[in-house]
Nanobody, 122 residues
Framework: QAQLVESGGGLVQAGGSLRLSCAAS????????MGWFRQAPGKEREFVAG????????SYADSVKGRFTISRDNAKNTVYLQMNSLQPEDTGVYYC???????????????WGQGTQVTVSS
């Protein structure tokens, strides 16, 4: 079992920045993919960013490319999402995700965090 705890959400004005953190406990995340997804009110949960266990392979949704950066610290069992140039359409609940087997995070998630709210005002 793995427990994922997100932090760092909040209210920010358009153009601002936030850094989300996801601390994993219960099992090591080294060796497998991690990622971030988000869900806006009335919409389905969508992929935002993913990172392979080595930290060198990353992927992003087109809507956040060039603005968001995902990174991980395997020694701390922690994944980060640096979000810059935030826009109102980035508003939603952001979820940390962990895939406990080989493959891209978009192929399936085995563990979810409880989510952290990000609100971007215009």
């Amino acid at each position: 079992q793995a427990q994922l705890v997100e932090s760092g959400g909040g209210l920010v004005q358009a153009g601002g920045s936030l850094r989300l953190s996801c601390a994993a406990s219960g099992r090591t995340i080294t060796g497998y993919a991690m990622g971030w997804f988000r869900q806006a009110p009335g919409k389905e949960r969508e992929f935002v960013a993913g990172i392979r266990w080595s930290g060198t392979g990353t992927s992003y949704a087109d809507s956040v490319k060039g603005r968001f950066t995902i990174s991980r610290d395997n020694a701390k069992n922690t994944v980060y999402l640096q979000m810059n140039s935030l826009q109102p359409e980035d508003t939603g609940v952001y979820y940390c995700a962990h895939r406990a087997r080989a493959g891209d995070i978009r192929a399936g998630v085995d563990y979810w965090g409880q989510g952290t709210q990000v609100t971007v005002s215009s």
